[in-house]
């Protein structure tokens, strides 16, 4: 499965480690708990970083990774249905225990998650001190840009 993900090229070289989701938590982590969020599709990429963006503030130091989870490799989903009544409007305890539970547990080196930004599509946590993260090919960082008609 072709993951990808964005982030400033300053972060670049770390962008597997899981220390800004440590530092900062988000939607399926609490602050603490190292976790690697990334895409299906660099589209969704760009649109989940989009969404966290200042308005008006294009950055000039995007790159995006591409990386690879070798299909031998056992993945987790989570069940839409298991989770609650609009979902991706919460940033709740809920959610956040349910990466939590999964990082703790070490089963899978990823875990499906619905996309809160476009609903239908899918997001891969990769839990970066699983013993397999070192199989993922991940590749080199490519420079990223976002259209300059989004900022208008």
Same mark, same amino acid.
């Given at each position: 499965?072709?993951?990808?993900?964005?982030?400033?090229?300053?972060?670049?070289?770390?962008?597997?480690?899981? +220390?800004? /989701?440590?530092?900062?938590?988000?939607?399926?982590?609490?602050?603490? &708990?190292? #976790? &690697?969020?990334?895409?299906?599709?660099?589209?969704?990429?760009?649109?989940?970083?989009? #969404?966290?963006? +200042?308005?008006?503030?294009?950055? @000039?130091?995007?790159?995006?990774?591409? *990386? +690879?989870?070798?299909?031998? =490799?056992?993945?987790?989903? #989570?069940? =839409?249905?298991?989770?609650?009544?609009?979902?991706?409007?919460?940033?709740? @305890?809920?959610?956040? *225990?349910?990466?939590?539970?999964?990082?703790?547990? /070490?089963?899978? #080196?990823?875990?499906?998650?619905?996309?809160?930004?476009?609903?239908?599509?899918?997001? /891969?946590?990769?839990?970066?001190?699983?013993?397999?993260?070192?199989?993922?090919?991940?590749?080199? *960082?490519?420079?990223?840009?976002? @259209?300059?008609?989004?900022?208008?």
């Amino acid at each position: 499965m072709k993951i990808w993900r964005i982030c400033r090229e300053l972060h670049a070289a770390a962008a597997f480690s899981g +220390e800004g /989701a440590r530092l900062f938590g988000g939607r399926w982590n609490n602050y603490g &708990v190292k #976790v &690697v969020y990334t895409s299906s599709s660099l589209a969704l990429a760009a649109v989940e970083t989009f #969404v966290h963006l +200042e308005p008006n503030l294009r950055p @000039d130091d995007l790159v995006s990774i591409e *990386a +690879e989870i070798p299909k031998e =490799l056992a993945i987790d989903h #989570v069940d =839409l249905l298991s989770l609650p009544r609009k979902w991706y409007e919460l940033r709740d @305890d809920s959610l956040k *225990a349910i990466g939590d539970q999964w990082i703790k547990s /070490a089963k899978t #080196v990823a875990l499906l998650v619905p996309s809160a930004a476009i609903r239908g599509e899918w997001n /891969a946590l990769l839990n970066p001190e699983h013993s397999d993260l070192h199989r993922l090919r991940i590749r080199k *960082a490519k420079p990223f840009e976002f @259209d300059l008609r989004m900022f208008r």
